[in-house]
Nanobody, 127 residues
Framework: QVTLVESGGGLVQAGGSLSLSCVIS????????IAWFRQALGKEREFVAG????????QWADFAKDRFAISRDFVKKTFFLQMYSLKPEATAVYYC????????????????????WGQGTQVTVSS
């Protein structure tokens, strides 16, 4: 089982950028599919983006695919979410999640699929 620790959240003005980090430890990271979710106050947790740690395509939520980016630091075992041109509706707690990957991409946009979660990092976008 891996442990996930997010950081990088904060307060940013609309139009600004933030980079979130997810440090992964405690397991064989290459076995895992890693994703970012977010949960706004009073709303359900929603998928943002995800990718297999080693390779393969990135899956995106429609709202994220043009303004967000995913990257990895294989040495530091860190999974990044870069967010650009942020809007106030992006305000939420952002979570990193992981599940052992068996090659099936179905269901990976559902929070119920994931077995490991970080504690979350708050992102607030002011108008």
């Amino acid at each position: 089982q891996v442990t996930l620790v997010e950081s990088g959240g904060g307060l940013v003005q609309a139009g600004g950028s933030l980079s979130l980090s997810c440090v992964i430890s405690g397991g064989t990271v290459s076995y895992y599919y890693i994703a970012w979710f977010r949960q706004a106050l009073g709303k359900e947790r929603e998928f943002v983006a995800g990718a297999w740690w080693t390779t393969g395509p990135t899956q995106w939520a429609d709202f994220a695919k043009d303004r967000f980016a995913i990257s990895r630091d294989f040495v530091k075992k860190t999974f990044f979410l870069q967010m650009y041109s942020l809007k106030p509706e992006a305000t939420a707690v952002y979570y990193c999640a992981a599940v052992r990957f068996a090659g099936d991409y179905s269901g990976l946009d559902s929070s119920r699929t994931y077995t490991n979660w970080g504690q979350g990092t708050q992102v607030t976008v002011s108008s």
